[in-house]
């Protein structure tokens, strides 16, 4: 169940400028067919824009504390004021929304959502299980590092005839 209040839209709301011509919109009824879903976490509606077309935007309340906004306008803010105009709608007068079934592009992103947490949780798994794993060593190589002397490895070849020779390192 989402609870909207003016001041989680103020704290939602990327700037003051979005708030308030989010406000506007619900002042202007530009809104229209504004539907709530039957589990009450999902509410959306069309906004009349500059355009002959209006904007299609709902707000995700699927995780509480985590809304999913979305809007097809070209606004780069996120969530967008046509977004925050339907959660003042709401606030204002949530009996104007009707229930409605949940459309089907929003239960394919909500689904795309899921896969994606899933596998996260997955990838989390499969480290964790290789964490535990002891590291796999080939002996043979380690042996081999092993059985060399130092100095062939740390010092140039003419480092190593000198030390060879005379047994003193210049340096």
């Known amino acids: 169940m989402m609870e909207i209040t003016q001041k989680k839209i103020e704290e939602l709301a990327p700037n003051a400028d979005a708030a308030k011509n989010g406000r506007d919109l619900v002042k202007k009824n530009k809104f229209a067919n504004l539907r709530i879903s039957s589990e009450k976490n999902l ?4 906004c009349a824009g500059s355009g002959k077309n209006p904007y299609y935007c ?51 992103k909500r689904e795309k959502i899921e896969k994606k947490q899933e596998k ?24 081999k590092k092993n059985r060399r002397p130092a100095y062939r490895y740390r010092y ?14 210049i340096y």
């Open 43 to 46: 509410i959306w509606g069309e």
């Open 120 to 143: 996260k949780e997955q990838e989390k798994e499969s480290i964790k299980e290789k964490a535990e794993k002891p590291k796999k060593v080939n002996r043979a190589v380690l042996l």
């Open 156 to 169: 140039s070849r003419k480092d190593t005839e000198r030390y060879c020779t005379d047994r003193t390192f």
């Open 58 to 108: 709902s707000a995700d309340y699927i995780e509480v504390s985590n809304p999913v906004f979305r809007c097809n306008c070209p606004s780069r803010q996120f969530p967008c004021k046509h977004a925050i105009g339907l959660l003042y709608a709401y606030e204002a007068n949530n009996g104007a929304f009707s229930i409605a079934d949940i459309p089907d592009d929003i239960i394919s």
